[in-house]
């Protein structure tokens, strides 16, 4: 029987503003397995983020968590306090943000920070903690010497594996990374993927990986989810979801990238543009764009349902 770590279910969160209320995500459910590596993808604005947030309990105001459940290691988050849930932040759920100057103190050394990090969580001595941090950071290709250095010293790519060294500092049991390689150059995005991957097999991580990058999916991730305006449409284990993409919107994402190994390949465009999250079209939200739409799509919103195969898919064909 499969080892789920993270069980979302009917996750709700609104954004309330003077235009209306913003259903950021709309009965959201997903499954996580313990050392699974799921990616979840979709176009900007479709709630990939915000799911990524929700589980930390991060959501920014005026957003908030409306309804549903997130047990984690069989635990509900929702019903935690603040201070649980600060504990559970950085011991358990770490997140790699997209550009880490936003998480790094500019005025703490790079080592001061990792020693902060280990030392909030475990009881053990600064000069423990210091030394643990030498091993993570040289795991992790920087030269220990560099504990020293402040934020500013390292290129884009060494911060990002310092927020990984950061991430891993706690042998977290989740690590949610929101496109950690979105600003970071083609060399060095291959250079942190790589490492993901080493580390993965390494540390039999469990990683929820946000991305719009369909290459980095095919690249690296066991299971993908992919949402489309607020909610899941189709869950799949990678090799599956590239060979036989069920969902009309998954067939749409992947016929749109380019793939270098088919020099006669034609691009197709999908038409349209994501809907308005205030006022989102009835049943299928997918329907004003999709191909295949019949009546009872904009009626129904079809419920994601089990097609075989370990996939998962709301789409009224199945
Ligand atoms: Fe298309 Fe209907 Fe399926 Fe939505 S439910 S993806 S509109 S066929």
């Not at 950021?24 to 990524?52: F, H, M, N, P, Y």
């Not at 129904?300 to 998962?312: A, E, R």
Request: aromatic residues 4%; negative net charge; proline residues 6%.
């Amino acid at each position: 029987m499969a080892d789920i770590l993270v069980s979302i279910r009917n996750l709700d969160v609104h954004y309330h503003t003077r235009m209306g209320v913003v259903k950021a995500l709309d009965k959201v459910s997903l499954d996580i397995e313990r050392g699974q590596l799921i990616g979840l993808v979709g176009e900007s604005g479709c709630g990939k983020s915000t799911l990524g947030f929700a589980i930390l309990r991060l959501i920014p105001p005026p957003g908030r968590i409306v309804g549903g459940s997130i047990l984690f290691d069989a635990e509900e988050l929702l019903d935690k306090d603040g201070a649980y849930m600060r504990q559970i932040r950085g011991k358990r759920i770490s997140m790699v943000f997209q550009d880490p100057m936003t998480s790094l103190n500019p005025l703490q050394k790079i080592g001061d920070h990792l020693v902060e990090t280990i030392t909030t969580h475990e009881s053990i001595s600064k000069q423990e903690a210091w030394k643990r941090a030498e091993e993570l950071v040289d795991r992790l290709g920087i030269s220990p010497s560099r504990l020293s250095d402040y934020p500013h010293q390292f290129s884009g790519g060494m911060r990002q594996r310092i927020m990984i060294s950061l991430a891993l500092a706690l042998d977290s049991d989740l690590i949610i990374a929101d496109e950690p390689t979105t600003s970071l150059d083609v060399i060095v995005e291959a250079q942190i993927l790589d490492l993901l991957k080493e580390l993965k097999a390494a540390y039999n991580m469990t990683l929820m990986l946000i991305t719009h990058n369909m290459g980095i999916v095919a690249e690296l991730v066991d299971r993908v989810a992919v949402m489309y305006a607020a909610k899941i449409v189709e869950v799949a284990d990678a090799l599956d979801l590239f060979a036989n993409p069920v969902h009309p919107y998954t067939q749409g994402l992947l016929k749109s990238i380019p793939n270098i190994k088919l020099l006669d390949q034609e691009f197709e465009i999908m038409k349209g543009s994501p809907p308005d999250l205030i006022d989102p079209p009835t049943g299928c939200r997918f329907h004003p764009r999709c191909l295949h739409a019949m009546d009872i799509c904009s009626e129904v919103d079809p419920p994601l349902k089990h097609v075989g195969n370990g996939t998962m898919v709301a789409c009224h064909l199945y």
